[in-house]
């Protein structure tokens, strides 16, 4: 009975322990969520127009070497650009991204991946590991860039995507990331990033947009659609940071609330395990006496 006793002790001891580091976790991504809340609500709309002002041009362009960019081609190599966190704890968060990727895959490049011409540049190290492990073609260069999460960083592997494209090394390019909604909720999607994708139109409407260009039309677009670009590519960086520090948070405080009801079950059998103890101390007490008088 004793051990019984020391074992529940022992465990209840240990959650409790584990309670407090799920506590100090979910406070410390709540900290960090605000800032990176913040982040993506002040750069979504600005991201969101500049995309719009790119689709419209390039909607209503004739071609030309300026929009090399935009230039739909057959797609026999392609890049999938994979945003997932850098630490775990945070609930389904990186196995619904891993999952987003592979649904992208199977429905859009089968084929190329069957030839062995996909590649993954994984942007945090659960991608990377997730990828790497069931054999395809993972470039790590951009693993780590969570680690100073900036816009010059970010642009770093824009551009290089973008070079890539421009060199056709690949003739297609997605991103897969978790846009941010609320601490509880992401939307897990996969966006065309080159060519750059065009607007549909619109049913009934055969007008095309007229724009005024200054300066000149070439030189414009040549300077706008790489800034644009890495525009977008940051904007799903700071929704997948601000996606993960929400799932975090929703997870601890969900792993917080379970270690609760562990306790309160844990006290209930360690009382019942003292009281059946007492009471057996006590009969073998009465039972000597009871035998010391007869």
């Not at 750069?43 to 995309?51: D, N, T, V």
């Amino acid at each position: 009975m004793a051990g019984q006793l020391k074992e529940v002790r022992n465990r209840i001891k240990s959650v409790q322990s584990t309670q407090q580091i799920t506590k100090a976790m979910k406070m410390v991504s709540a900290a960090k969520l605000r800032r990176a809340q913040d982040a993506i609500i002040q750069m979504r709309p600005y991201a969101s127009k500049l995309q719009e002002m790119l689709s419209n041009i390039v909607s209503n362009s004739e071609g030309g070497s300026n929009m090399s960019l935009a230039e739909t081609r057959v797609v026999r190599k392609a890049l999938v650009i994979v945003i997932t966190s850098d630490r775990g704890l945070c609930g389904a968060y990186n196995a619904n991204v891993q999952k987003m990727a592979l649904a992208l895959i199977a429905e859009k490049y089968a084929a190329v991946q069957a030839a062995g011409n996909l590649t993954i540049w994984a942007i945090g190290k659960k991608g990377a590991e997730f990828f790497q492990k069931r054999g395809f073609s993972v470039n790590t260069s951009f693993r780590d860039t969570f680690l100073q999460l900036s816009f010059e960083q970010v642009q770093v592997c824009a551009q290089a995507a973008v070079k890539a494209f421009q060199d056709k090394e690949y003739d297609a390019i997605d991103i897969v990331y978790s846009e941010f909604r609320n601490a509880a909720t992401q939307r897990f999607v996969a966006e065309q990033f080159l060519p750059i994708p065009k607007n549909k139109p619109q049913a009934g409407s055969s007008k095309k947009a007229d724009f005024i260009f200054e300066p000149d039309k070439d030189q414009l677009v040549a300077e706008l659609m790489p800034k644009i670009l890495n525009t977008q590519l940051f904007k799903a960086v700071l929704d997948g940071n601000a996606s993960e520090h929400g799932a975090r948070m929703t997870a601890m405080d969900k792993a917080s609330e379970n270690a609760n009801e562990l306790l309160k079950t844990l006290k209930i059998s360690y009382n019942r395990a003292r009281q059946a103890a007492i009471t057996t101390e006590l009969t073998e007490i009465v039972s000597g006496a009871a035998a010391l008088q007869g």
